[in-house]
């Protein structure tokens, strides 16, 4: 159970991530409308999982802390240390 919490918590944030990116600069993000679906997928499988079946906190915690983590890597990453090195190569041109 592990990987599919991990999986679902990252899809998740990187979901309110496209939300922010197009409030925040009035365009278009290009995962937008797909989040959407992602969102359907958290929102099942927290919903409709066996409820007979107990999530062990430690389980739930080492998911929330990996997914959190490459999260934030996809959110700061290609923003900031990519996009660096993209406008360092396009003054260099």
Same mark, same amino acid.
């Given at each position: 159970?592990?990987?599919?919490?991990?999986?679902? @918590?990252?899809?998740?944030? $990187? %979901?309110?991530?496209?939300?922010?990116?197009?409030?925040?600069? =009035?365009?278009?993000?290009?995962?937008?409308?797909?989040?959407? +679906?992602?969102?359907?997928?958290?929102?099942?499988?927290?919903?409709?999982?066996?409820?007979?079946?107990? @999530?062990?906190?430690?389980?739930?915690?080492?998911? +929330?802390? @990996? %997914?959190? +983590?490459?999260?934030?890597? +996809?959110?700061?990453?290609?923003?900031?240390? =990519? %996009?660096?090195?993209?406008?360092? $190569?396009?003054?260099?041109?």
């Amino acid at each position: 159970m592990f990987f599919p919490w991990r999986g679902a @918590i990252e899809r998740l944030c $990187n %979901g309110f991530w496209h939300v922010w990116w197009a409030v925040r600069f =009035r365009e278009y993000s290009p995962g937008l409308v797909s989040c959407v +679906l992602i969102w359907m997928d958290s929102y099942f499988i927290v919903r409709y999982r066996p409820a007979t079946e107990a @999530i062990a906190s430690q389980t739930l915690w080492g998911a +929330l802390v @990996i %997914g959190l +983590l490459a999260a934030a890597f +996809l959110a700061f990453y290609f923003p900031l240390v =990519r %996009g660096r090195a993209l406008r360092a $190569n396009a003054r260099k041109a």
